[in-house]
């Protein structure tokens, strides 16, 4: 005997797509389920309404759920199964999630997650491709989480450091960088992580000028370094100053663009 309609009133409104099964244990279909109750949207997945079908009859592909469903039905531990299931002239994939219910009715819900396996796939595959792409960087790169520790580390940013990713990972920013007298790196990034603003400045290492951004990470901050030294010959012995958001500060690494009193000189020489 079928359960009342009314039973699953709040299942006719659901917009994920739910059956209820009941195992047929004898007869020539045993093993299979047959099919009482199938809200609007599992009739819309299936393409049909499954009511009163024995439902791996009628859709051969769901099999593979076949044990795991009389596990459920046997424990009364819920599971969990993707599992494919024809639709037109395609094979879709269905996320079910099957549990016992009272009068040894299986309840079973199905979700066509398809695009959603698809594009955790390609940004699995594009997240690998731009790894490999910041890694290959000849430019230090390193992402700091939301407490300023290391989260990754490229391969010239290892160099910049002295220190290999494994030392570096999950070590504090200020303890493994302490950078030259003046570095603003780790007061930058405490106001990026702040205020969401991505910031540009100069940076000093002892024999090297760089152009630093450093912009909000989700979660944390990324930190890209650009070696300006060939462009900024005078500045290495003079302190740098504060760091402001914007185009990179005058005079820390000999200006935006070059030493203006250097280029005086120059243009009167030619004079």
């Given at each position: 005997?079928?359960?009342?309609?009314?039973?699953?009133?709040?299942?006719?409104?659901?917009?994920?797509?739910?059956?209820?099964?009941?195992?047929?244990?004898?007869?020539?279909?045993?093993?299979?389920?047959?099919?009482?109750?199938?809200?609007?949207?599992?009739?819309?997945?299936?393409?049909?309404?499954?009511?009163?079908?024995?439902?791996?009859?009628?859709?051969?592909?769901?099999?593979?759920?076949?044990?795991?469903?009389?596990?459920?039905?046997?424990?009364?531990?819920?599971?969990?199964?993707?599992?494919?299931?024809?639709?037109?002239?395609?094979?879709?994939?269905?996320?079910?999630?099957?549990?016992?219910?009272?009068?040894?009715?299986?309840?079973?819900?199905?979700?066509?997650?398809?695009?959603?396996?698809?594009?955790?796939?390609?940004?699995?595959?594009?997240?690998?491709?731009?790894?490999?792409?910041?890694?290959?960087?000849?430019?230090?790169?390193?992402?700091?989480?939301?407490?300023?520790?290391?989260?990754?580390?490229?391969?010239?940013?290892?160099?910049?450091?002295?220190?290999?990713?494994?030392?570096?990972?999950?070590?504090?920013?200020e303890q493994e960088y302490?950078?030259?007298?003046?570095?603003?790196?780790?007061?930058?990034?405490?106001?990026?992580?702040?205020?969401?603003?991505?910031?540009?400045?100069?940076?000093?290492?002892?024999?090297?000028?760089?152009?630093?951004?450093?912009?909000?990470?989700?979660?944390?901050?990324?930190?890209?370094?650009?070696?300006?030294?060939?462009?900024?010959?005078?500045?290495?012995?003079?302190?740098?100053?504060?760091?402001?958001?914007?185009?990179?500060?005058h005079g820390g690494c000999?200006?935006?663009?070059?030493?203006?009193?250097?280029?005086?000189?120059?243009?009167?020489?030619?004079?």
């Open positions: 005997m079928s359960p009342p309609r009314h039973a699953y009133a709040l299942e006719q409104l659901n917009p994920e797509a739910f059956v209820a099964l009941r195992l047929e244990a004898t007869g020539p279909h045993a093993g299979d389920f047959l099919c009482e109750y199938a809200n609007p949207a599992a009739q819309a997945l299936l393409e049909e309404d499954p009511v009163g079908l024995r439902l791996l009859g009628a859709r051969p592909e769901l099999a593979g759920g076949r044990s795991d469903w009389r596990q459920v039905l046997l424990t009364g531990v819920p599971l969990t199964r993707v599992l494919p299931l024809r639709r037109g002239e395609g094979t879709r994939r269905v996320l079910t999630r099957a549990a016992r219910v009272e009068e040894a009715l299986l309840a079973v819900w199905l979700v066509d997650v398809t695009d959603t396996e698809r594009f955790m796939s390609e940004t699995a595959a594009f997240e690998e491709r731009m790894l490999s792409f910041v890694e290959a960087m000849p430019a230090p790169f390193l992402a700091l989480d939301p407490h300023l520790r290391f989260s990754y580390v490229n391969a010239a940013a290892e160099s910049w450091l002295g220190k290999g990713r494994q030392a570096l990972i999950g070590r504090p920013l302490a950078g030259a007298p003046g570095s603003t790196l780790s007061p930058q990034a405490r106001r990026v992580l702040a205020t969401g603003q991505a910031t540009r400045f100069a940076e000093r290492s002892p024999s090297r000028c760089w152009e630093v951004t450093v912009s909000p990470g989700d979660p944390g901050v990324l930190i890209y370094l650009h070696d300006i030294t060939v462009h900024r010959p005078t500045a290495l012995a003079r302190p740098l100053p504060r760091a402001h958001p914007g185009p990179l500060a000999g200006g935006r663009h070059g030493d203006s009193r250097l280029t005086s000189r120059r243009r009167r020489g030619r004079d």
